[in-house]
């Protein structure tokens, strides 16, 4: 099944995947694991063309990033914004990633909105603003407020999308609030769909009242071999509407993530051509 990527949500905190990598090296290695990643630095500061242009360079020919919008860029940015203007801040964005856009690895700008970001006008012409200053740049759209799929704004949600050329980041998360969203299988863009799953630690998806912990335990969840065959049969679906399907396991607070995507692969039968070649244990021949 050529059509499904399957990663992982950063490259950083896999060890799973690492036998005595550094730090500097470790894109490298995912590589050998996974034809595709999502760029979180990119999130936290709009990054200097020499961080991009390394990247492309340490990953295959065929390899596919997923860059997370800058928080500046998502409402997310807490303090003073470190541009003069929201087109200076799109700009340096778009400037920065523009790398992966000549070398064909960028697979799309996900931009994912936080849970007070609800659906209401100037929320929706935000959007639209979004995506003029995108210019050419495919982006995804992840909500994490109920109302955009509420009964009276579902098709109209779903319809906003594909008439703005927005790519669905189909969810998989805890239901656990208006601060969730439901898992919609629906696809607004022919050529390609995101997934990406969350886990469904529904204690741990909130923000306690105190503390820093919430870190720690929001993604901490292990999918189990049933809930990933629901999984299956959603890709199947959703590979009639969209040609190509990309799926990141962002749940990894435990270190499940690595471990749940290869047990992905396994039950769709995928094996990936053209990854990084793996590096070989001393004495391994």
């Given at each position: 099944?050529?059509?499904?990527?399957?990663?992982?949500?950063?490259?950083?905190?896999?060890?799973?995947?690492?036998?005595?990598?550094?730090?500097?090296?470790?894109?490298?290695?995912?590589?050998?694991?996974?034809?595709?990643?999502?760029?979180?630095?990119?999130?936290?500061a709009v990054q200097p063309k020499r961080n991009v242009e390394k990247w492309v360079s340490e990953t295959?020919?065929?390899?596919?990033?997923?860059?997370?919008?800058?928080?500046?860029?998502?409402?997310?940015?807490?303090?003073?914004?470190?541009?003069?203007?929201?087109?200076?801040?799109?700009?340096?964005?778009?400037?920065?990633?523009?790398?992966?856009?000549?070398?064909?690895?960028?697979?799309?700008?996900?931009?994912?909105?936080?849970?007070?970001?609800?659906?209401?006008?100037?929320?929706?012409?935000?959007?639209?603003?979004?995506?003029?200053?995108?210019?050419?740049?495919?982006?995804?759209?992840?909500?994490?407020?109920?109302?955009?799929?509420?009964?009276?704004?579902?098709?109209?949600?779903?319809?906003?999308?594909?008439?703005?050329?927005?790519?669905?980041?189909?969810?998989?998360?805890?239901?656990?609030?208006?601060?969730?969203?439901?898992?919609?299988?629906?696809?607004?863009d022919s050529k390609k769909t995101l997934i990406r799953l969350h886990g469904r630690n529904v204690y741990?998806?909130?923000?306690?009242?105190?503390?820093?912990?919430?870190?720690?335990?929001?993604?901490?969840?292990?999918?189990?071999?049933?809930?990933?065959?629901?999984?299956?049969?959603?890709?199947?679906?959703?590979?009639?509407?969209?040609?190509?399907?990309?799926?990141?396991?962002?749940?990894?607070?435990?270190?499940?993530?690595?471990?749940?995507?290869?047990?992905?692969?396994?039950?769709?039968?995928?094996?990936?051509?053209?990854?990084?070649?793996?590096?070989?244990?001393?004495?391994?021949?």
């Open positions: 099944m050529d059509n499904l990527l399957v990663g992982l949500t950063g490259w950083g905190d896999h060890d799973s995947l690492y036998s005595s990598t550094s730090k500097s090296s470790k894109l490298i290695e995912y590589a050998a694991h996974f034809p595709t990643v999502e760029v979180d630095a990119s999130f936290y295959p020919e065929s390899f596919q990033f997923i860059v997370k919008a800058y928080q500046g860029m998502t409402g997310h940015q807490r303090g003073e914004i470190p541009f003069n203007s929201r087109e200076e801040m799109f700009t340096a964005f778009n400037d920065s990633i523009q790398p992966f856009m000549s070398s064909n690895k960028l697979a799309m700008v996900l931009f994912q909105f936080p849970p007070w970001f609800d659906c209401k006008k100037e929320n929706v012409q935000y959007l639209k603003l979004c995506r003029e200053q995108m210019k050419d740049f495919p982006v995804a759209l992840e909500f994490r407020h109920q109302s955009w799929f509420s009964p009276s704004y579902y098709d109209k949600t779903l319809q906003f999308m594909e008439s703005e050329k927005w790519i669905h980041s189909i969810c998989d998360e805890p239901q656990a609030g208006e601060g969730s969203i439901p898992t919609v299988l629906h696809a607004t741990g998806w909130k923000k306690p009242a105190q503390g820093d912990s919430w870190r720690e335990v929001r993604y901490l969840y292990r999918y189990n071999e049933e809930e990933l065959k629901e999984w299956k049969e959603h890709i199947m679906k959703l590979t009639n509407q969209s040609e190509k399907i990309y799926m990141l396991f962002n749940n990894n607070s435990g270190g499940d993530a690595a471990d749940n995507a290869k047990q992905m692969l396994q039950l769709m039968e995928v094996k990936y051509e053209g990854l990084a070649s793996k590096q070989l244990d001393l004495f391994e021949f």
